[in-house]
């Protein structure tokens, strides 16, 4: 079975840090264009970055300089470095599998930024 | 950036009715847009891409159409569990967008 699992959400103070972690199964994460997708809370839905088969990375320009997306081959695992965290990061994070659309996706893991 | 705009924000549908969604993009996307259906406090469901197709799982009852700036879905007659938010994407160019969704409530 395809699925994925975010982890690693809770409550940062602005300015701080924090990393996402996606496990997957069912398929190679390395093989597969990856992506974030992150919703604030009552808000719509808003790509954050991408990870190409072939390592390229991609940033929305809300998150340019202070998000790094990565990935572990031997894990299996998507990754997200959040840093200069700001109130307005705060949403559920998504990962997903990207092929033009989005699928499957995790279950989403919440980031609250505030003091 | 494509901007995509969905209408209505709101639908007040009775169950077994017809539903139709729109979403316009700021610019032709082609046939590279893709709907989804959310639900209270779950992930995103892809239900169609490339405009028309239906992912593994979406039922018949749901149908897009479209190309270009305007498309639509249709849910041809709602069931209880088709309430919910659907959001548009298109994937023709980055950054990748969606419409803010439209809500689809019993009536």
């Known amino acids: 079975e395809v699925q994925l699992v975010e982890t690693g959400g809770g409550l940062i103070q602005p300015g701080g840090s924090l990393r996402l972690s996606c496990a997957a199964s069912?398929?190679?994460?390395?093989?597969?264009?990856m992506t974030w997708v992150r919703q604030a809370p009552g808000r719509g839905l808003e790509w954050v970055s991408v990870?190409?088969?072939?390592?390229?990375?991609y940033y929305a320009d809300s998150v340019k300089g202070r998000f790094t997306i990565s990935r572990d081959m031997s894990k299996n695992t998507l990754y997200l470095e959040m840093n200069s965290l700001r109130d307005e990061d705060t949403a559920v994070y998504y990962c997903?599998?990207?092929?033009?659309?989005?699928?499957?996706w995790g279950q989403g893991t919440l980031v609250t930024v505030s003091s | 950036e494509i901007v995509m705009t969905q209408s209505p924000a709101t639908l007040s549908v009775s169950p077994g009715e017809r539903a139709t969604l729109s979403c316009r993009a700021s610019?032709?996307?082609?046939?590279?847009l893709a709907w989804y259906q959310q639900k209270p406090g779950q992930a995103p469901r892809l239900l169609i891409y490339?405009?028309?197709t239906r992912a593994t799982g979406t039922p018949g009852r749901f149908s897009g159409s479209g190309s270009g700036t305007e498309f639509t879905l249709t849910i041809s007659s709602l069931q209880s569990e088709d309430f919910a938010v659907y959001y548009c994407?298109?994937?023709?160019?980055?950054?990748?967008?969606f419409g803010q969704g439209t809500k689809v409530e019993i009536k």
């Open positions: 994407q298109q994937c023709n160019n980055w950054p990748l967008t």
């Open positions: 990870i190409y088969s072939g390592g390229r990375t």
């Open positions: 610019q032709s996307v082609s046939s590279n």
């Open positions: 490339g405009a028309s």
């Open positions: 069912g398929f190679t994460v390395s093989s597969n264009y």
């Open positions: 997903a599998r990207y092929d033009n659309w989005f699928d499957p």
